[in-house]
């Protein structure tokens, strides 16, 4: 059974034939997406802060300066609500009001602690590197003592989560089928360049494997 509990918090109640608990078909969004975005409330206000993250089994990672709010918030053991967003093409109907996009989001519930042992803080660090770009982490230089002691990193626990997906063509009013009106798919995905050298670069160093397997892994 890999489906996370529902109820009221995570429950679709908008086109739920479009939604999923599974964890098969969550942690893949999670896993693709480059960021998230964390809400969370302090005192009646929201907040949505987008930052970088990894998962781990059934925990998020996320990191920062040790003044973030975002992180002081976790630390303390508030719950906060993740969302992630994977945006696949434009839908584009007869009628504006059937437009909309085709999309994989998912929404996490959840609740975390500071990650204080050295050992699992580095290597939650390593997680977050490598999500970026796998395989980075043991191509660049790890952080000194002094940079891990100005970073903080929290462990949050997906306690339970939502996917909810639109994939395929535009779902016209049937009358509206007719019309003499384009309608399909723009296709989107994340554009990946050419790698760019820092114009610091000592002479004679490669571009490395990882940047070379990203490329080309987000190349069509
Ligand atoms: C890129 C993108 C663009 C969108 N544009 C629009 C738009 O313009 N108008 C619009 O009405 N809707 C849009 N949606 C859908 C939107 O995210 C909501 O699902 C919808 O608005 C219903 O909101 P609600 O608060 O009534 O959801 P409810 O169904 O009441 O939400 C209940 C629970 O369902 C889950 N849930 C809801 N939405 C999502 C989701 N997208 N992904 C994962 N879990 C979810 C959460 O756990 C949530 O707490 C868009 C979604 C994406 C990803």
Known sequence: MTDFPIDDRNRLRRKPARGSFDRDIIYPIIDEAPICHVGFAENGQPFVIPTLHARHDDTLILHGAKASRLLKHIEAGHPVCVAFTLLDGIVLARSAFSSSVNYRSAVVFGAGRIIDAEDEKMHALELVTNHIVPGRWSEARIPTPKEMHAT??????????????????????????????WAGVLPLATWVGDPVPDPRLAEGIPTPESVGRYVQSQTR
């Open 152 to 181: 903080s990193v929290v462990s949050i626990t997906i306690e339970q989560a939502s996917a909810k997906v639109r994939s395929g063509p535009p779902g016209d009013e049937e009358e509206d089928y007719a019309l003499p009106i």
